[in-house]
């Protein structure tokens, strides 16, 4: 039993080094440790990346389900096979010679649970802390293995319940990584230490196809996971995204600026808001025909796409007209960015049929807290900008604090 001894201790050792090492920083410091924010790249390309996902179910892995889901379920499937290995070895004696060092394995992988699952916040490490317990959970298991019969353990499905877990949570190359750790020490468990007693040819089968089974049933979660985050991803597309533009759509804003009103109340700090109507779409309709009117749409939100910030959130409002959150924007910085929108707006050309098809915007500009405090409230007084500046010539950018208070006629 030395060599398996000394196994055991250098895993334990090494083993409680990791759980250590990335521990201590977070409960030293959980003020480190903040929930997902909402910072949503505005591009469509990459409107459907984890922090999309994310901004679009807070607290969410980016497969849609809640990290506290996932805690909760490793949670209790650990416990449960922790406690009840624990038990089983204690009234079967059927290890009896190695039953201490089970128990320390047991004790050791109880201690990991609790230090993770129970005293560490669960945003520490995000996805990392899967592919941390399952490197811990493998080599913990492999000692078990190597404790209870080597290829006749009843305990080898503790391999498949991780991988196969793990494969539902991160990405297929980390699966794949995991497998081949669960099957390499697999096959080190029942080689090691057989005192000149060779495998038997049923126990190579036993080992062959448990290893076999162990792959399939990882191929199918990793499958099944892959499969359930494209759905995802094409429904958040469907509730989230403008299918003309491929800017994001009204609610979505809505909800991206009551978060932005939260945070900023917490910080203290301004931000932005643009509204743009596109001037003469009606004529455009009328003269050259719907199909070119949608797809000067489609130009001028490409425009408004290609000159924001990754941190902004451009979005359809209406018809023809788009909205701008500018996170941490003083009104100064909201006005250059809405000049430069214009700008490129006015010097685009789409081709039509025969002359080339020109627009413009409009475009209101405000700022909270200073023209209100609600999401309503801004896109009142935005609006109100935005239609003094159709009144004052079109093509041009106004501020709220510009015009005062009060409503104007619309054209």
Do not use: C
Not at 2 to 14: F, K, Q, Y
Not at 64 to 91: E, H, S
Not at 221 to 230: F, G, L
Not at 234 to 245: E, G, N, V, W, Y
């Amino acid at each position: 039993m030395e060599p398996v001894i000394v196994m055991l201790l250098v895993a334990v050792a090494a083993n409680l080094a990791l759980v250590v090492a990335l521990a201590v920083p977070y409960l030293l410091d959980r003020t480190r440790v903040r929930p997902v924010t909402a910072r949503v790249p505005v591009m469509p390309e990459q409107s459907l990346t984890e922090s999309v996902l994310l901004a679009a179910t807070p607290g969410a892995q980016p497969d849609g389900v809640p990290v506290a889901t996932y805690d909760r379920v490793v949670r209790l499937v650990a416990w449960t096979f922790i406690l009840g290995t624990a038990g089983f070895v204690g009234l079967t004696n059927l290890w009896e010679a190695t039953e201490p060092p089970i128990l320390a394995v047991l004790a050791v992988a109880g201690l990991m649970v609790l230090v993770v699952h129970e005293l560490m916040p669960l945003t520490a490490f995000g996805r990392d802390r899967f592919v941390i317990e399952g490197a811990v959970g493998i080599t913990l298991a492999t000692l078990l293995v190597i404790m209870t019969g080597k290829e006749l353990s009843p305990f080898f499905f503790a391999y498949p319940l991780i991988v196969a877990g793990a494969a539902l949570v991160v990405a297929p190359p980390v699966t794949i990584v995991l497998a081949g750790l669960a099957a390499t020490d697999y096959v080190i468990a029942v080689t090691i230490d057989r005192s000149g007693v060779p495998l038997t040819p049923p126990g190579i089968a036993l080992v062959a196809v448990n290893i076999v089974a162990m792959l399939m049933l990882t191929f199918v979660a990793s499958y099944i996971a892959r499969e359930q985050r494209r759905s995802r991803e094409a429904a958040i597309r469907l509730s989230t995204i403008d299918s003309l533009t491929g800017l994001f759509n009204r609610a979505f804003f809505f909800a991206a600026v009551d978060r932005e009103i939260q945070r900023s109340t917490r910080s203290g700090r301004r931000f932005g808001l643009l509204m743009m109507d596109l001037d003469g779409l009606k004529a455009i309709n009328d003269r050259f025909g719907h199909f070119h009117g949608d797809q000067v749409l489609r130009a001028v939100a490409h425009v408004i796409r290609i000159g924001v910030r990754r941190i902004d959130t451009a979005a359809r409002y209406g018809g023809d007209e788009f909205v701008i959150l500018l996170p941490e924007t003083e009104p100064t910085g909201a006005y250059v960015l809405a000049e430069k929108i214009r700008q490129n707006v006015a010097e685009l050309g789409i081709k039509g049929p025969g002359d080339d098809i020109r627009t413009s915007l409009s475009i209101g500009a405000v700022a909270y807290p200073d023209d209100g405090l609600t999401a309503d409230d801004l896109l009142i007084s935005a609006d109100r900008a935005m239609y003094v500046s159709k009144r004052q010539g079109k093509n041009r950018v106004v501020g709220y604090a510009a015009i005062g208070i009060g409503s104007e006629e619309r054209d």
